[in-house]
């Protein structure tokens, strides 16, 4: 592959776009239904520690840093609603960035003081990520990224995720 088909990162992709783009998108919020505006309250700001921005009888909306959102719920189509069904299309998971392998360590104790479950936990190479549902059983992985130029790749440039075993000893104490 030739270099002007790698993206500014390095990375080249498997497959490129006959029109891709513009590099500079990315994904501002989600906004997920939920069955009780309460719950969703306290694992999203008293758990992990997200700022209440706007909370309405039927909505939440949550963030990090001053940003208008990173993280809406509502319940008004779903108040006391129970989870899709296992076999149904829809939402994985959520992948909410945590800047340094130290504040993904701090959301790991809180969730250890707080004794909510992991579903799993990885070291993919390009990022550390534990894996987890909140408390409609949406799948959230809690992560963070590695420098780009420590990002395994191959002799084309493509992106190869390791499947490696998450120290979770060193990352609770670099959450310290």
């Not at 919020?29 to 969703?40: C, M, N, P, S």
């Not at 069904?85 to 707080?114: E, K, M, N, Q, S």
């Not at 809690?142 to 490696?164: I, V």
Request: overall charge negative.
């Amino acid at each position: 592959m030739s270099a002007d088909a790698r993206t500014a990162s390095g990375v080249a992709p498997l497959e490129r776009s006959e029109r891709p783009i513009d590099p500079g998108v990315s994904i501002g919020h989600v906004h997920l239904k939920t069955a009780d505006i309460d719950r969703v309250h306290h694992f999203y700001v008293d758990v992990l520690g997200f700022d209440v921005i706007a909370r309405l009888p039927q909505a939440l909306f949550i963030s990090a840093g001053g940003y208008h959102h990173h993280l809406g719920f509502n319940t008004w189509e779903s108040k006391n609603g129970s989870p899709p069904p296992p076999g149904t299309t829809g939402l994985y998971h959520v992948a909410i960035r945590y800047p340094t392998r130290a504040a993904l360590g701090d959301a790991f104790r809180r969730l250890v003081a707080a004794d909510w479950p992991l579903d799993g936990f990885n070291d993919h190479g390009t990022h550390e990520a534990l894996y987890l549902r909140d408390p409609d059983g949406n799948g959230l992985e809690l992560c963070w990224d590695r420098p780009q130029a420590e990002w395994p790749r191959d002799a084309e440039g493509r992106l190869t995720f390791d499947n490696r075993r998450l120290d979770l000893e060193g990352l609770l104490k670099e959450g310290a």
